[in-house]
């Protein structure tokens, strides 16, 4: 059993508190409107800029998402400033690339993993799968998913437990589309931290939920001192 770094995840929790560029937001995109958990989502993560439309007003809700894509619009939902003493480079991301800082940032974050060839493969579409995996890792819970089945079981296991992926139709393996990762991302937000408080004699991990610490009050806190 990998042990959780206590310290990656009060960095992400404490962290948000001082995210400062939340981006502007004129609420309703052309070709949501139809569906209505879609609306809902969409409207609140823009809001609090962590993702975005086209210009020409569209969601496009159908179309897939790349694995460097899904990094850039974590990454918004990590402060600026957060660093870390480690420092993950992939053999396939230039370090010119847009993408670049936000795959780095979240590999040293623990919150994505390359392959074993020391590529990240960026312009590949993310699988819901791989999807999964990043999110609940944002909330803190890679160590319990790890503990219960590991990739992807532990962390299909975890979303569901926790109502993400509540009345979304996948198979693992299927490329996302932005429909649904808005959709769990907005969930996301909703979902407690999950800390490692202590390992048992056997060396187990025993968590524990820190009560009303989530994205969304972090990140709605910010908001409205703006």
Avoid: H
């Avoid at 993702?51 to 496009?60: K, T």
């Avoid at 010119?96 to 590999?107: D, M, V």
């Avoid at 532990?154 to 139709?169: F, H, L, P, S, W």
């Amino acid at each position: 059993m990998k042990k959780k770094n206590l310290k990656t995840i009060f960095a992400l929790a404490s962290g948000a508190v001082l995210l400062t560029a939340l981006s502007a937001f004129a609420e309703g995109y052309s070709d949501t409107e139809n569906d209505n958990s879609l609306t809902v989502s969409v409207n609140a993560l823009s809001r609090l800029g962590i993702i975005n439309g086209y210009e020409d007003g569209s969601f496009r809700p159908q179309n897939q998402l790349t694995r460097e894509e899904v990094c850039a619009m974590l990454s918004r939902m990590i402060p600026q400033g957060q660093s870390s003493v480690i420092t993950i480079d992939f053999g396939d991301v230039d370090k010119k690339s847009w993408s670049y800082g936000a795959i780095t940032k979240a590999a040293a974050l623990s919150i994505i993993d390359g392959y074993e060839d020391n590529t990240f493969k960026p312009y590949n579409n993310i699988s819901y799968q791989e999807y999964i995996k990043m999110i609940m890792s944002m909330a803190g819970y890679r160590a319990y998913a790890e503990d219960n089945g590991g990739y992807p079981d532990g962390y299909i296991k975890a979303a569901a437990e926790n109502k993400v992926t509540d009345g979304i139709e996948f198979d693992f393996e299927d490329d996302i589309t932005r429909r649904d990762a808005a959709v769990m991302l907005d969930r996301i937000l909703d979902v407690p931290f999950l800390l490692v408080s202590t390992y048992n004699v056997q060396g187990i991990s025993e968590f524990k939920v820190a009560d009303g610490l989530t994205y969304r009050r972090l990140l709605e806190s910010i908001r409205n001192l703006n």
